[in-house]
């Protein structure tokens, strides 16, 4: 018979979240798959679990599920965990998930600490519907780019940042989703620090620049969505834009565009080349 492949939730910071069910799977398991085994192996060891480790990260995952798949087929049990929290949410995994499940292996979640549910339950934004969207691209232009496209998403927008980047985010943030957006930067959830800073994009960003520490440790970032009302902007800023694009320059048309309507250029901008695209095709 085959194995079993669990899916375990480590703690994000504070150990009492370790559930008595993971670390009772991980001493069972005949074979835990981590992602940092060094990092791993701390944890392990402060609680007594003695379990053979192998890594599993983005660099190694596609090697590492065909032989965790085969271990399985072995009829061992494998135990997935990350550095921190819920394995796979922006973390290794999805590839020997995918693959146990396609070879008929059971695969069973041990759920535990993750830390976008952590910083979306202590928000105070809405919370139910919300869109999860991970890491933002390092790139300037990328990540502004990225940002563009959700400026009129309706739904709580949640995001990983490394802290070294968190004032260049805050700022591409206002000027993709205006400065008096709602949001909050949760910070060491679960830890001795731990900060839930709540505010305006431009006070956040303000809050930062005056708080050093603000851009250390792990951070989760959610932002307000779009108000219903964005829609009707939209479709005011469309109204204006579109005989506009049809006869003058990009750039002419923006221009002329902010004098009628007083909205913000980036998303004319963003909204002009929707049109000229569209136009082309």
Not at 229 to 247: C, G, N, S, T, Y
Request: proline share 5%; charged share 25%; net charge positive.
């Amino acid at each position: 018979m085959n194995g079993t492949l669990y899916v375990v939730a480590t703690p994000i910071g504070n150990l009492g979240d370790f559930s008595p069910r993971a670390q009772e799977i991980l001493r069972k398991a005949d074979l835990i798959a981590a992602e940092d085994t060094r990092h791993s192996a701390a944890l392990l060891r402060h609680f007594g679990i003695t379990t053979a480790m192998i890594s599993l990260h983005e660099y190694n995952e596609r090697r590492r599920a065909e032989l965790l798949i085969a271990r399985c087929r072995e009829g061992l049990s494998v135990a997935l965990i990350s550095d921190a929290g819920t394995p796979l949410i922006s973390d290794p995994g999805y590839r020997v998930v995918r693959q146990a499940r396609h070879a008929g292996i059971e695969v069973l979640p041990i759920p535990g600490p993750c830390a976008l549910v952590a910083a979306l339950s202590v928000a105070g934004l809405p919370s139910d519907r919300f869109v999860f969207e991970g890491f933002l691209p390092a790139k300037t232009g990328a990540r502004q780019a990225r940002l563009l496209q959700l400026a009129e998403e309706s739904r709580t927008l949640i995001f990983y940042e490394a802290p070294r980047r968190l004032l260049e985010t805050l700022q591409a943030m206002i000027e993709a989703f205006e400065p008096d957006r709602e949001a909050v930067v949760a910070r060491e959830l679960t830890k001795r620090y731990e900060t839930v800073q709540g505010g305006t994009l431009s006070f956040l960003l303000s809050w930062a620049r005056q708080t050093p520490e603000s851009s250390r440790g792990e951070l989760v970032l959610l932002v307000h969505g779009a108000e219903k009302e964005q829609d009707a902007i939209q479709q005011e800023a469309l109204r204006v834009l579109r005989p506009l694009v049809a006869v003058l320059p990009l750039k002419q048309a923006v221009a002329l565009a902010v004098d009628i309507t007083g909205f913000k250029k980036n998303r004319l901008y963003q909204l002009a080349l929707e049109l000229q695209a569209a136009k082309k095709h």
